[in-house]
């Protein structure tokens, strides 16, 4: 199984971006969970949201109102649209398949907030 984070860069504060993780090599992608985790510069890494088989998504309640998670299971693609960016938003971020203990990860795609 292959995942790969693309769309990450520098954006201005209050800015967007939209990140989006492609798998391959998988079958019956739709039977996975997806994850979205961040590790910020010196930083723990953390979860910023997932989204179940079933298309039911969570957040930590920090996360909530600035940030969607969504996929498109015909095209193996999950995506994360983050709005009103702030600079504390800097972080290398993650995409995950089937969970973080067993699951696949991607390499990470930076976002830098920063005017």
């Known amino acids: 199984v292959q995942v790969a984070e693309s769309g990450g860069g520098s954006v201005q504060p209050g800015g967007s971006l939209r990140l989006s993780c492609i798998v391959s090599?998988?079958?019956?992608?739709?039977?996975?969970?997806m994850y979205w985790y961040r590790q910020p510069p010196g930083g723990q890494r953390e979860l910023v949201a997932g989204i179940y088989q079933s298309g039911t998504t969570t957040y930590p309640d920090s996360m909530k109102g600035r940030f969607t998670i969504s996929r498109d299971n015909a095209k193996n693609t999950g995506y994360r649209q983050m709005n009103d960016l702030h600079a504390n938003d800097t972080a290398v971020y993650l995409c995950?398949?089937?969970?973080?203990?067993?699951?696949?990860w991607g390499q990470g795609t930076q976002v830098t907030v920063a005017s």
């Open positions: 995950n398949v089937g969970g973080a203990q067993f699951g696949y």
């Open positions: 090599e998988i079958n019956e992608f739709n039977t996975y969970s």
